[in-house]
C-alpha cells in the first residue's frame, strides 16, 4: 500500500531489505529539500526568521518523537546519529560510571552487534561479566529463561525488542516488571521495531531505548535515545562546546544547558531531525497498526507460499514480523542473492550483523526477507516464480 | 574457451570435494581467508615438503565461485614448488585484474576470466590466492 509515495519504487526493483533501511517517502525527501532551499539556518535561540523556524522545527520534532514513543516528555529523547551511537552513548557515558566488577549485563546471542560489542568492552575495561539468556527452541526470549538468567549480580537487560535475524518479539514490558523488581536496568534496542509496530516507553517501562530513523521511512545519520528523565540527570555529557553549554567562563567554569540539549554539542544534523520528523507524521498518517496489520498479512503469505517449495529452508516460520530467514537447500546464500539481483529482487544475504548467533541455530548465513508495507503480494508471487525456477541458478549467475 | 564450458569447470570444481576437508593435523599450517566485506570464510591447511607443496585443504562457506576458484587453484599448486606456485597464482591474480597471463600456466582457471569485469566478485576469485601467495612469500 501507499506505493505511489516512493520514487524509489519507480525504478523497476522488489526492494525485501526493509530491515537493513527502508526507502523514503516524499514527503520525507521533500521536507529535507525545504530546509534546503528554503529556510537553511543554523538552530539559534531566533536571531532571525529563518533560525527561529529551525529551532523551532527542532523542537517540535523532539516533542513528535517524545509523542510517537510515548514518552512523559521532549526532555527524554535525545537526538544521536543512530541506535548504534544511542546504545554506544548509554553503555559508556552511563553504565561505565554505575557498574562495577563482577556486575553481570544479560542479553541474547541473537543480538545485533551493537547492542553487544559496547558491552564486550565494559566487560575487558571494568570487569563486569556478559551473560547470556537461553533462547528456547525457536530461538526465543522466554520470561522463565530470563527470571533463570537473572541472579544477585544482574544489573542491566540489554536486548532488541525485535531481533534483525529470527525476528521475535520479545516481552518487554514483563521483562521491564521482572528487572524492575530487582531494581535491574533494561535498555532496549528497537531499531527493528520501531516502523512496525507501536513503541510504547511508558507502557513497556523501559529504562533506555535506541532507534535510528532510516529503518522507519527517514533519513540515514539521525536516531533517538530515549532515557527515563531520572536516569538522564545523573548522565554527564560526553561531548563539551557549542550549543550545550548556559554560561563558561575563563576559570574553567561550565553551566550545562538543560537535559537534553547538554548532550547534543556542536551544530546537530538538522536536515536528519527534520526529515525523521516528516517521517514520523507519515507514519501517523497512515497508522501504526494499519502497518502492522498489512505487514502481518503479507508476512503469513510470503510464509505460506516459501513453505510449498520443498527446496527451501526457513528458519524463523512461528515469528510473526517482517523478516522471514531462509536459504535454499545447499545453495550458499549469497549465490542466492546474487540470483534474485538479476530479477531485480534486493535481499540481504549473510549473518546480518549477529555473528554469534550461528552457535544457537548451527547456520552461519542466511537469506533475509524483510518487508515493508509498500510490499505486495504480486511481488512475493514474483520472489516465488523465481525461486522456482532456481534450478537454472547457477547459469544464471555464472 | 565458451561461457558453457567455463559455467562448467565452474560448477565440476565446485562440487568436487576432493580437497574438502578440516584437517587437524599438525604436518599443516592453517590460514583464514575471509572477505569481510561478503560472507565467504575458509580456512586452509598447507602442508609442505621443503621447497615443495606437499598437499593443500580447504573447508568453510563461501560463494561459489570462491569455493570454485580455490578447489580449481589448489589442484594445481599441490604438488609444486614455491616458486612454481606463486608464479601460477601470479598469472591467476593478473588474469583477475585485467593484466597480461599466461595461458598455459593456469590452464582452465581461464574459466574465472570474466569475474574481473565485476569488481565486487574479484575477492571471491582471489579468496584462497591472497592467503596462500601471503604464506608462500614468506617462505621464500
Redesign the interface.
Known sequence: MHREDFEMLNNNIVYFDNGATTFKPKLVVNAINDYYTKYTANAHRGDYKNSLLVNEKYDEARQKVANFINAESSSEIVFTSGATHSLNFVVFNYFKKILKKGDEVLTTLSEHASNLLPWFVLEKEIGIKVKYIELNEDYEVTLENVEKAINNNTRVIALAHITNVIGDIRPIKDICVLAHRRDIKVVVDAAQSIAHTKVDVRDLDVDFLAFSAHKMYGPTGIGVLYGKYSLLEEMEPLFYGGGMNAIYSKDGYIELMEIPTRFEAGTQNIEGVIGLSAAIDYINKIGISNISKYEEELRDYLIKKLKELDFIEIYNISDSNINVAFNIKNV????TA?YLDKYNICIR???HCSKVLNEVISV??TCRISLSFYNTKDEIDLLINVLKNSKNL??E?? | MDREEKRKIILDNYNDDINRKEISSSDYIKVNSRNFSCIDNIDLYIKFNNNIIDDIKFNGEACVIAISSTSLLIKYLIGKSVEEALNIISNYENMIDGLSYDQSIIKDLIAFDDIGKQPSRKICATLASRKIKELLEKSV
Not at chain 1, 550458499?332 to 549465490?335: H, K, L, P, T
Open positions: 550458499f546464500s549469497q549465490d546474487i544475504a549473510g549473518n552461519n548465513n547457477y547459469k549467475i555464472l
